[in-house]
């Protein structure tokens, strides 16, 4: 074996028992004695949010999502001085919201247990929380992440997948975060709440020919073929205020509003599992439940790595 191989072998076993460490170090019950009340807090101001505006639970779980190559609240920081944050890069701009609602329950965690909950963790359950309150599954949130220190717009725009890319593009981003092709699929049907812009869309209302015609001129009475950029449509007009297997039925019906999102129903290697989840809405929950709970384990800053943020939209 020669040396840089025997260094990669070395290095590999040590990303292996960081990342067991990592995973170790989270808990469900890391608040149990330091914060007992968190937990029924977020979910309270979450459910009160999403009742006041239905789009704001897809907007929580979207944050989360946003975060979570990392899971660090890096996604929350304004711009400093010193760091361009992630609010601005091109994959967020115009698009990720619900930073006011973060906000109010990170008032209040803080006036029950000042210095104790994360930012990252109230994304975590915040997402938890908005999925249960548009009748979806739930599942049990790993805590005790740490938030970052600062934020890079430039990673955002490799790491988040575009609703332009093809399947191959889609299935590489999601393995390079150690996610599975079955992942990516799961954690996809959280398209079948939410809005997409006209902008993001548009090409392939205009252009694609997999796409039903019918549903292809409604979506064009709201997004011209120039200007209203920011005119929202819901990515799952079936159900769009109910956490179902609805955005899978779409996709059957070559009704995905998204390139990205027809993708996976396109003849391609992705198509069998779109067809379970149509039809099977149980074996959807389980499987974007467990891929959540996945996702929200991905690197996460834990033991004396970050701070927990008073603030969660600036460094202490």
Known sequence: MSSHSHLYGTCFIMFLLLSKLAFAQLSSNHYANTCPKALS????????????EHRMGASLLRLHFHDCFGCDASVLL???S????????????????????????????????????????????????????????????????????????????TNIPSPLMDLNDLISNFAKKGLSAKEMVALSGAHTIGQARCLLFRQRIYNETNIDSEFATSLKSNCPSSGGDDNLSSLDASSPVLFDNGYFRDLVNNKGVF?????????????????????????????????????????????TDGQIRTNCRKIN
């Not at 198509?271 to 996702?295: E, H, R």
């Open 78 to 80: 304004d711009d400093t």
């Open 41 to 52: 807090t977020i979910k309270s101001i979450v459910h009160n949010a999403v009742v006041k």
């Open 82 to 157: 010193s760091f361009t944050g992630e609010k601005s890069a091109s994959a967020n701009v115009n698009s990720i919201r619900g930073f006011e609602v973060i906000d109010s329950v990170k008032s209040e965690v803080e006036s029950l247990c000042p210095g104790v909950v994360s930012c990252a963790d109230i994304l975590a359950v915040a997402a938890r929380d908005s999925v249960v309150a548009f009748g979806g599954p739930s599942w049990t949130v790993q805590l005790g992440r740490r938030d970052s220190t600062t934020a890079s717009s430039s990673a955002v725009n």
């Open 259 to 303: 390139h990205s999102d027809q993708q996976l129903f396109n003849g391609g290697s992705t198509d069998s599992q779109v067809t379970t989840y149509s039809t099977n809405i149980g074996t959807f929950y389980a499987d974007f439940a467990n891929a959540m709970v996945k996702m929200g384990n991905l690197s996460p800053l834990t033991g």
